[in-house]
């Protein structure tokens, strides 16, 4: 075990190098670059053996990988904002494939006009593609959840792609201390990827055929309902291995952050949590019961969890750092869903922030915990959806 | 009877659903003779994704991967790397069939990229001239006067008035190992060509004449006929470009393209003057042709 200053880029490299990604195919975008660089690098000097696949786009990218994986390689890629986007056909492509591929994506907005900073719909509106969905808090976490996600992909049970956000900057080319576990000690928790169904040419079968509506195309599609069910299960038994592994403990699809006793919870994904819980312990030293929940995982949906979760909270503020135009934020959305029917259900508001890039600081959060008091003080909720820090 | 110098063995088998007179389904047959059991085959949407069959049937005795419509040649890229990666390339052919638009319009961009990036993968590109699989729309490898589900003929004309892509130059542009035209109008000369495919280290290209007798609206029993028209009147010459040589491997041009246009239901409303245009333009490429094998060889 080493300790290095890197930043969240460079750890996703380790982490793919630990993971032993047999094909890699790359193509640059800011703020992901340095990932494929660092990986390049890593090939380049034999410290990872592995097929580099210089592609013409992200679009190529994903079809390579999916191939790849197809074959019984395991596949990595990392890609960002516009390159996520491009990508979308080959995103429904590779969970119907039940291509295991891992890909980090550092979230970036959407142009125009152009931005190259963070913000969460690149991944939000991936939502549907079958994918699990990670979002980090540090750039240890980037490196240990790709670990994970390889283990938990490749299950026989869950045969699913999955992709972990970083933010961009934030995370991406910020450095901090990342703990680099043994190579020895990754090779022990991850075994070799060992494909179910490969292109094989002394068993060969003909895959991804057509499928009448009379056949096996809603099999295929239920199949892949059932692992997305089993993914949250299987995770938590991951953790439990990583932990005696590796000696980090990682929490399930939430980090909960002073909730017990919080009479108002904040819920975010993303690296922009650090700044809440400073603020949070602000709130706290004054006796104020504020807590925040972390939400590591967006796919599947942890509704189970986040209901137990708040079930003792008086109300609710969802920050979304993307917005679904003509509706709300898509963290807000989600969870109303998933509060329906429960019988104590907490005042609910969604707050958008962060869009673009625009910093979240302590005080943007002090504004939003005072807004969410003033409507719980109220018995009201003034709007449902509030953009916050907005100049006009 | 064997005939000397075809492989035997089959390896896409009777019970596909192919139209009566698939060009498509002699090319991948004969492409497939050769290349044999380890072989890697993958496919975009286009009329061969349509007929080996639903899941789970199969009428392919080698691994088959569907891909998605423009990923053709970067789903043969990944294969290859895998492959590569897991010692197994040596003995495995990997191969990309796909149609004209699946080749020139769509998948181009990967295309290209796949070509650069030097993979070992034989690409052919199976060409019945349109996107027949949805029912005959213009793909930019329709001929010239070509009528068309989406170039109609109307009383202002509609029928295609531009020329094929030379998919040829392009890949060539690329300085590509290997590249050829084959017909399976010409057996030997096809089986000759994949075998050199087959043998090269790095991306080849096949360009397959493909009759479709559906949306060419000609009769299905006269396939090899037609296909031996276009290679005799140059409209599709057989040539290869390897190593920056091209050699052109049928040179008896000795027929008119009147001859071609006219058995085509395709071509029935284009006037004698415009067949004129076309055989000038035909003749023009062919000595294109002779002029690049000439210069190419000094």
Redesign the interface.
Known sequence: MVKKIMTGNVAAAWGARLSRA??I?AYPITPQTSIVEKLAQFVSNGDL???Y?????E???M???????????R?FTATSSQGLVLMH??LH?ASGARAPIVMVNVNRALAPPWNVWVEHTDMMSQRDTGWIQFYAESNQEVLDTLIMSYKLCEDKEIQLPAMIGLDAFYLSHTSEIVDIPDQDQVDRFLPDYESAYP???E??????????PN??YSEFRYKIYEAMERVLPKLNQIEEDFYKEFGRKYTGPLELYNTEDAEIILIISGAASGTIKETVDTFRKKGIKVGLIRLRIFRPFPSEALGKALSNASFVGVIDRSFSFGHEGAIFTELKASLYGRKSVPMIKNFIVGIGGRDITTDTITEIYENCFNCLNNKKVDVSVEWIDIKV | MKRAGIPVEEFLYSGHTACPGCGAMLVARYALKVLGKNTIMNIPPCCFAAVPGTFPDTSLGIPLLYNAFETSAATASGIEAALKIKGKKEKINVVAFAGDGGTADIGIQALSGAIERGHEIIYICYDNEAYMNTGIQTSSLTPIGAATTTNPVGKKGGWRVRSKKNMMDIVAAHNIPYAATVNPSYPMDFIKKIEKAKSIKGPSYIHAYSVCPTGWRCQSELGLEIGRLATESGIFPLYEFENGKYTINYKKKTKGVLEYYKQQGRFRHLSEDFIKVIQEMVDKEWAKLLFKEECSHK
């Open positions: 047999e094909v195919a053996k592995a097929e696949i210089h592609v013409e786009s679009h190529s990218a079809a390579a990988c999916i191939a790849a994986s197809q074959t019984g390689a596949a056909e080959l492509w292109l094989d040419t068993n060969p079968l003909s895959i991804g055929s057509l499928s009448m056949q096996w």
